[in-house]
Structures are given as structure tokens and as C-alpha cells.
């Protein structure tokens, strides 16, 4: 063994102590690094393509890059215990109200998106909602995949089926779809998918679940009656009761395997059954969101946005990071073409972006006309409206009218429920 | 001399030291609690300190990564007022109670099998085993597709055997059906620890008792009622507290199979603080509902924990 001199150790033996009691690693060799967690994005090849781009990124600015990925139910414990024990990841990706849930833990990134607007046009309105907290930037918005009407072009050209144009269209060619043995396929179960439908339909039939001041619920309303009337009338003669057991995979896996006739979903049910070449891919197509008894069209958009943690100690490293991955036109592009039309950019001048031009079943995402919103519009986010999205008070409302519960009786009930929530 | 005496007493002194530190050591009320000392660490640092945290949480307003402050017991009375949980509180009961019947009785007709002589009896005993030992959320997935609407095992071998009619039930989107099928999973993943413990307490039993009892003309149900039953009631009593405690808190099978629903009829208390708690960051109310039967459970620990030792001692 090597004779260590009391000189020696002393000297390591306070080094040792100096760098435990700052909690900071001494700066000679020290690499700057930048640690990131993200969500298994339904488009795997995207994150493929993000694990290329970090690469890259290290080598150009030489800071190292971790990169991890994390199943979407496992996101909000994950980030909780990041945030309670105030150490993690540097950078998060953000769905949904998280940059309203964590905004006293997220630095302010106005500047980051000051640059992407001034590069790329204004943020839209979907990803302004949820990523801008009261005037601040609290993440920057990186990507959207909304929903749309995706259907089986075959079945209805071979019915000759007209595709709709309205929900009350649709409930017209539901019946004969569920006739031919393709029913609609419509969740309403306790999952964000059935939100997803929900929210647009009351939308279309003019309702809301709270009101702008984010304190009024406004779902006792004819407007919420004449929607849950159309969900009872197209769940009885347009679907199968199965629809009250689905997960947010289930509508997909229906038209993909052949049952489905239509369903509202983003187009990952079209990608999956195209890339796994199953024998429905080529007769799914996409047409344009339906429009209600006032003509507006409204869509559910769930925009997804990169945060960094304040207590970060790489707050920099990690701007340049997604300066790196979002302000330089030929990544964003790059990353976006991977996502195969799912993730699509959020920024005005860039949606007619060419990822829409690969397949021309994509044409239908174009959506002009058509208004994207975050679940609980037109109240802005808030933990309380969060607090109404993960209760699934919209889909246990419905699922009990389909029930056979009165409409009167289930919107009574939506209405108490949200009004204990805001009143807390 | 004197010096000699101070040498002598400085080259004894280590031996000294040492010979205090065995006798210190070779007393009962020093060694003992010096071997406990490292899992009562552990227990402090694993179970009190998330408990006390937990208790904390649940008479405060907090949030994640907001600072939080005491309301006493406003969680758990507002708790009340909310539909789901109150559908929650039922459904635990319900639950517990149904799973628990079902495994005292499945599990020691399972036992009592399994102690009869059985060819490849210990192949056997290791495979009754397995819904225990395989992780309970890769099991329930298997589970899951099984109740699958789409791909329902189940339903089609009820509809190929004529006992179904198609579609065939709707499992996992009616509530009966829905509280039926994770009960039933419960039961599935939970019989192999009643069945193992309670063959454990079956093997115990002294065959002369039996012998005994059949010299006196006592036939299978009476040895059964008046031999292995009271002997094992001990055993019985510790396999229900601790069933009753971990399927009160079970999260797995729900989260998988239902994620609560139809309409909040398989929420569990954990399952609910989760998409409370966890989902939309209030960790106040989070906590209140797992702690909300903390004072019951506490309750029924000590009786049956005092029913045990009067049944032992």
C-alpha cells in the first residue's frame, strides 16, 4: 500500500470537507452537463431522433446531455418527488396544466420563447393557455398533437356513407355504421381521451364547465343538457357499451383491428396500424373536426413544453439545450419530421410545416377554422381546473347518463362536484 | 516504585478498555439493544419519518413545491363532502370484505389439499406460489387483457362454451362486473399467502390430537371443527390482520384493470390519494385519504393482536 503522508492527507482530507460543505464539485474538470426527462412519446422514432440530437448537441457545445424517458401515468409522481426533495432532472418536459401546477418551482423562460416567436411567429393559443402562467413564461412550448375524426374510408365509400360534418351528422352515419358491425368508437370512461371528445362536443353544443373568471361553473346549462342528450342517443344507437371500460389506447386499437368505424382520436391510431402494416391501415383516413349546432369547430389540444427546474444547478447548459433542440430551424424541423405528423409544431408560421406533406392522409390536419384548447377551457389553467380534468367529472357525468341516470339528475351532479372543487 | 507503578498501569490501560468493553457487552441490556439499534434506524429513517410526513400532510394545505401551512382537520372533513370518495369509503369495504371472506375460505380448502398426500406434492406447493411471487402489476396486465372488451379471453371461452351470451359481460365498464373482476384478481394474487401460511399452522398441529380424536369416534368434520380449526386460530388471526391491512391499501390491481372507474366504482383509497395527491399536487387531501382509516386499522390491530396473544398465552 502506498504511504500516505499526514501532509497528503490532510490536504485531501479538507478538500474532501470544503466540497461536502458547499455541495458544489470543485470547477477544474468539471464537465458541464444537462440532465432531461421526458415522456415515451407515443411516435417512438421521435425519441430516437431526440437520443441522435443529443448527441450531437454534446459535440457541438460540449455539454454532456443525459436524456431519460418515463411512461406519461408515471409523470406527475415522478415530478412530485422531484420537486418535494428538491433535487432530479434539470429539464422536464411538461404536459396539460404542469407549468400551472409547478410555477413557483420553474424558471421564467420568457426569453427563450421571445426568441422561438421572433423565429417562428406567435405561440398558438392551446400552448399560450397552459405554458404561459400570468403573464410569465413558466416552459417553453415544444410540440402539439391534437385530435381529429380519423374513420374507415372503406366501410364508407362502400356504404356510401357521406363523411360528417357536424356531431349531429355523425350520429346520422354512426347508426349505420353500428348496423354494418363498425360501431363509433367514443370512450367515456375515466381517461383523458374521453375529456378529449367531451370537451369539444360541449363546446360545439356552446357549453362550458367554468367560466372565464375561473371561479363561475357554467356546466347546469341547456347547452350541457343538449350534449349529454347526444351522447345518450349515439352511445344507444352508434356504440357498444364496451366504450365504458376503455383506456386512452382502447379507441385506437378498435379501428386498428378492424372494429371501429370512427373514432376521435390524434393520428397515432393511422400511424401505428400504417407502420405495423396492418390490413386497416390503408383504409383509415382523417377528415375535419365536426362543427356544432353554432358552427364552431373546437378540438382538444394537448401541447407539451419543456421546463427547467429551479433548483437546477445547470440553468444555463440547459437553455442552450433547448435553444439547441428548438430555436435552430433544421433540428426543430428535423425533430419534428421524425414525429410522423403526431408532434406537430406550435408556433403560427410554422403550420403548414412539411411533415404534413408525407402522407396525404395527413391533409385533414391542416384544421383551418378550427379552435384548439387545453382541457377546462375557456377558464384558465389553474390547480382547480386540473383539480376537474383528473376527477373525469365530464366522462362519470355521461358515463352516468348512458346509464340510465336523467339528464336532469347527472348535471346536477357535475355541477356540485365542480362547485365543491372551485369553492375549496 | 512509583515510577515502575505508572508504567505498569499505562501498558495495561488498552487491555483495560478492552476487557470494559466485553463486560459492557456481556450485558443483556447493552447487547440487546446495540443489535436492534441498525433496523431501528432503518424502521425510523423507512417507516416513521414518511408516517409523521404523511401526518403532517394531511392537517396542512399542501401542494407540491408551495409552502404549506396547518388547517387541521379541514381535509378530512371536506373529504366527506366530495361523491367520489364517499364512493371510495364504500368501495374499500366492500372490497376488503369480499376479498378477504374469499380468500379465508379458498385458502384453507387450499391448505387442507395441499397437506393430503399429493403426487409431485412439492412442485405443487411451489406453483400455488406463483400468482404471489410474480410482480402484481406485470400479472394484472395479463389480467387485464383478459377482461379485455376487445380481446376478452374470458368472454370468448364463455361464448364458445355456450355459457355467454356475445358480446358477453362487459367487465371492466359496469360496475358490478368491475368491482367483481378486481375482487376476483385480489383473491387470485392473495390465496397463495393464506393457503402457505395456513399450511404452515396445519403442519404444526400434533398428529397424535387426530389420533386421539378418532380413537373417539370423531369423524372428518368434527376433527376438522374441534381439532385443526382452534388450533388454528392464531395463525388464522395474523393471516386476516395482515390481508385485511394490505388489501385495504391495495393500488396495483385497480390502477391497472379499472384506473377506479366506471364512475369512481373501484377507486380505493390509494388509487384516489394518488389522483388526488399526486395528479393534480395536492398532497394535503393526498394524504388524508390514505390516512383516513389509519385510526380503524390502528383499532382493529390491537384487538386482534390481543386476541392472538390470549389465544397463545
Redesign the interface.
Given at each position: 500500500m502506498e504511504h500516505v503522508s499526514r501532509r497528503r492527507f490532510l490536504t485531501t482530507a479538507t478538500g474532501l470537507a470544503g466540497i461536502l460543505a458547499a455541495g458544489v464539485s470543485p470547477a477544474r474538470g468539471q464537465q458541464r452537463q444537462v440532465s432531461y426527462l421526458c415522456w415515451n412519446n407515443f411516435a417512438p422514432a421521435s425519441d430516437k431522433k431526440l437520443a441522435e440530437i443529443g448527441q450531437r448537441f454534446a459535440k457541438d457545445t460540449g455539454i454532456k446531455l443525459k436524456i431519460d424517458h418515463i411512461a406519461a401515468p408515471q409523470q406527475a409522481a415522478k415530478y412530485a418527488s422531484e420537486v418535494q426533495t428538491q433535487a432530479g432532472h434539470d429539464v422536464v418536459e411538461m404536459r396539460m396544466h404542469f407549468p400551472w401546477l409547478y410555477e413557483p418551482q420553474l424558471v421564467d423562460v420568457s426569453d427563450l420563447v421571445a426568441e422561438m416567436e421572433k423565429k417562428y411567429g406567435a405561440v398558438i393559443p392551446s400552448a399560450r393557455e397552459t405554458a404561459n402562467v400570468k403573464g410569465v413564461w413558466r416552459a417553453v412550448p415544444q410540440y402539439h398533437a391534437f385530435f381529429v375524426a380519423a374513420y374507415r374510408e372503406d366501410l364508407f365509400k362502400k356504404a356510401s356513407l357521406k363523411t360528417p360534418d357536424t356531431w349531429e351528422d355523425l350520429y346520422a352515419v354512426g347508426k349505420e355504421l353500428k348496423k354494418m358491425g363498425h360501431p363509433i368508437g367514443i370512450p367515456i370512461s375515466q381517461n383523458y381521451d374521453s375529456i378529449s371528445t367531451a370537451g369539444p362536443v360541449l363546446w360545439a353544443f356552446g357549453g362550458m364547465e367554468v367560466d372565464k373568471d375561473g371561479k363561475t361553473v357554467r356546466i347546469n346549462s341547456p347547452a350541457t343538457e343538449q350534449m349529454v342528450e347526444w351522447y345518450r342517443k349515439i352511445y344507444r344507437d352508434c356504440m357498444e357499451p364496451e366504450v365504458l371500460s376503455w383506456t386512452d389506447a382502447s379507441n385506437n386499437e378498435s379501428l386498428q383491428q378492424g372494429k371501429a368505424g370512427w373514432i376521435h382520436n390524434p393520428v397515432s391510431a393511422y400511424i401505428v396500424a400504417r407502420n405495423n402494416k396492418l390490413p386497416t391501415a390503408d383504409g383509415i383516413n382523417h377528415h375535419k373536426s365536426l362543427a356544432g349546432q353554432n358552427g364552431q369547430r373546437h378540438e382538444t389540444d394537448a401541447p407539451r413544453h419543456i421546463g427547467i427546474w429551479k433548483f437546477s444547478k445547470n440553468i444555463e447548459p440547459s437553455k442552450e439545450w433547448i435553444r439547441y433542440l428548438l430555436g435552430k430551424r433544421e433540428v426543430y424541423d428535423e425533430y419534428i419530421m421524425s414525429g410522423d405528423a403526431f408532434n406537430l409544431p406550435v408556433y403560427a408560421n410554422l403550420q403548414d410545416h412539411p411533415v404534413l406533406k408525407t402522407d396525404p392522409k395527413f391533409a385533414a390536419l391542416k384544421q383551418e377554422g378550427v379552435q384548439f384548447h387545453c382541457y377546462g377551457w375557456p377558464a384558465p389553467a389553474s390547480d382547480k381546473v386540473q383539480l376537474i380534468t383528473n376527477s373525469f367529472i365530464l366522462p362519470n357525468m355521461l358515463a352516468k347518463a348512458v346509464t340510465g341516470t336523467s339528464t336532469k339528475e347527472v348535471v346536477a351532479w357535475a355541477d356540485g362536484e365542480m362547485k365543491k372543487i372551485i369553492a375549496e | 516504585m512509583a515510577i515502575g507503578g505508572v508504567r505498569a498501569v499505562a501498558a495495561q490501560a488498552p487491555a483495560s478498555i478492552r476487557a470494559r468493553l466485553s463486560v459492557l457487552l456481556d450485558r443483556d441490556r447493552v447487547l440487546g439493544p446495540l443489535f436492534v439499534s441498525p433496523a431501528l434506524f432503518l424502521l425510523l429513517l423507512l417507516v416513521a419519518y414518511p408516517f409523521c410526513m404523511a401526518m403532517y400532510f394531511s392537517v396542512s394545505n399542501a401542494?407540491?413545491?408551495?409552502p404549506s401551512h396547518l388547517v387541521g382537520f379541514v381535509n378530512f372533513i371536506?373529504l366527506w363532502?366530495?361523491?367520489?370518495f364517499r364512493q371510495t369509503f364504500q368501495n374499500a369495504f366492500v372490497f376488503t370484505g369480499a376479498a378477504v371472506a374469499c380468500k379465508i375460505v379458498l385458502g384453507l380448502s387450499l391448505a387442507l389439499l395441499l397437506n393430503e398426500q399429493l403426487w409431485w406434492k412439492r412442485a405443487i406447493r411451489g406453483a400455488v406460489l406463483l400468482p404471489w411471487v410474480i410482480p402484481t402489476a406485470l400479472s394484472t396486465l395479463g389480467w387485464w387483457w383478459m377482461f379485455?372488451?376487445?380481446y376478452s379471453v374470458v368472454n370468448w371461452t364463455g361464448i364458445a362454451m355456450g355459457l355467454m351470451d356475445p358480446?358477453g359481460p362487459?367487465?371492466?365498464?359496469?360496475k358490478y362486473y368491475?368491482m367483481t373482476a378486481v375482487v376476483l384478481v385480489n383473491i387470485w394474487r392473495g390465496l397463495p399467502f393464506f393457503a402457505i401460511t395456513i399450511l404452515a399452522g396445519l403442519v404444526a398441529i400434533p398428529k397424535e390430537l387426530y389420533e386421539a380424536a378418532h380413537a373417539d369416534g370423531a369423524g372428518t368434520v368434527a376433527r376438522f371443527w374441534y381439532v385443526t380449526l382452534p388450533l388454528l386460530k392464531p395463525v388464522l388471526a395474523i393471516v386476516v390482520l395482515f390481508s385485511t391491512i394490505f388489501t385495504f391499501s391495495e393500488f396495483n390491481i385497480v390502477f391497472v384493470l379499472?384506473?377506479?372507474?366506471?364512475?369512481?366504482s373501484t377507486h380505493l383509497f390509494a388509487t384516489l390519494a394518488?389522483?388526488?395527491?399526486?395528479?393534480?399536487?395536492?398532497?394535503g387531501e393526498g394524504a388524508a385519504i390514505s390516512l383516513y382509516l389509519f385510526p380503524v386499522l390502528a383499532l382493529v390491530v390491537y384487538a386482534q393482536l390481543r386476541f392472538v396473544r390470549k389465544e397463545v398465552y
Open positions: - | 401542494f407540491i413545491g408551495r371536506n363532502k366530495s361523491d367520489a379485455n372488451s376487445l358480446p362487459n367487465w371492466l365498464g359496469q368491475a379499472t384506473h377506479g372507474g366506471p364512475v369512481n394518488r389522483q388526488i395527491g399526486l395528479e393534480s399536487g395536492r398532497i
